[in-house]
């Protein structure tokens, strides 16, 4: 496989490529395969971009239509018949089915956009400059998601101070002991804790770069009261638990929480194509026209093809298919728990959001080498990069899943005969 142009001339940031050195060619569902033929399953999914697996028929077949029809591809935030489709079938089958009435921001199409725009939002709104965030958080690459991260080495990037960010523990951090949501509450109800009242709280219900850890319903629900109760914005960053990934078409719903506002994007285009949202309450919505922008805000092609996945959660067979696949996984997951107890510590996750916390980072590499090899795609999260993040396209058929947890299963086996 000759990999020497990316080794010549691609910067020496590239990482997946060293992870899994081999040469990517063609792809469908679940399946990636190599230059040479070798098909791979890929539980690592774009990090979470491609929910819907790789080149789903039901999503691309709109699109290629689309792009034979001479239609409009960007269109800054004009108008366009793909736009207007988009925004239809977004309200009528994802936000009126559970009750969720919001405006809609169409900023830059990364992550990292929607955040910046939901952070600046928030501090226009409330006044105020400082903003909770969590112990691992992660909300991306550009200066505010940076200094609402949580990793040392993600928030050292950039060179420059990360200003008016309280950093807080998350639910269970560092232990199931300390009750951090009543810690918040008092904190911010009291004039000697040394803490400004923030303008927002901003947080994810699963960690995903930080290692699977999950909020629950109950400490979701305390953190909302306390928003409201002190007047703080809630933002969920929903932009990889979103989108369908635990099983719900939002990762909160379980919680039957309303955030004040959510930020979609990796899956949110249900190809892999660039786009992300942020849904806004409307009572919050006090941008001035044009005072919040992106040259890409009008990805015509991401609406084609958000919109074919978006109908997609109209069709009762479609979720309960989902449902089925997430308790598929996690029972496969339990299993491997038990099976293998040298190398797991613990399950994580929720619904096809899930991971398994090894006892070593070494014993996460080597399974992922060895997975690799035997045709699996995975990768590792967590602040000590010991956690095998297992994230399947929630479209996956079962002899797929199965496949891959095969992979899994043998790959941990060897781990735990000490080769
Ligand atoms: C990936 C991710 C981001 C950043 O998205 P980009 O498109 O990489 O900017 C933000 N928050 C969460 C939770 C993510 O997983």
Sequence with gaps: MNTDVFAAYESNVRRYGRSFPTVFKKALGATIW???????????????????????????????EYLVGENILLSLDMYTVAKREFIEVFVDSILKPRGLSYKIQFPGPTGTNANEA?????????????????TNAFHGMSLGSLAVSGSASTRELGG???????????????????DSAS???????????????????????IQAEGGLNTASAAWLTEIQRICRKHDVVLIVDDIQAGAGRTGEFFSFEFAKIKPDIVCLSKSLSGSGSPFSIVLISPDLDIWNPGEHSGTFRGNNLAFVTAGAMCKLWSDGQFTTGVERTAVKLQTHLDSLVAKFPDCIEQKRGRGLMAGLKCRSQAIVGRVHDVAFE????????????DVIKVLPPITITDDELDHGISILDHALKEQANGH
């Design 183 to 205: 810690y918040i509450d008092w904190v911010l109800g009291d004039p000697g804790s040394g803490i400004e009242k923030p303008a927002a709280i901003i947080l994810e219900t």
């Design 374 to 385: 035997n045709g699996l795609l995975i990768e590792s999260s967590g602040p000590n990069r």
């Design 118 to 134: 939901a952070l600046a939002l928030a501090r226009k709104y409330t006044g105020r400059s400082s903003v909770m965030a969590f």
């Design 160 to 178: 420059v101070a990360r200003h008016d960010v309280i950093r807080v523990p998350y639910d269970g951090y560092p232990s199931q002991a300390f």
């Design 34 to 64: 190599d230059e040479a033929g070798k098909p791979y399953i890929d539980f690592l999914v774009g990090s979470g971009a491609l929910n819907y697996g790789h080149n789903d028929p039901n999503i691309i077949a709109p699109a290629i």
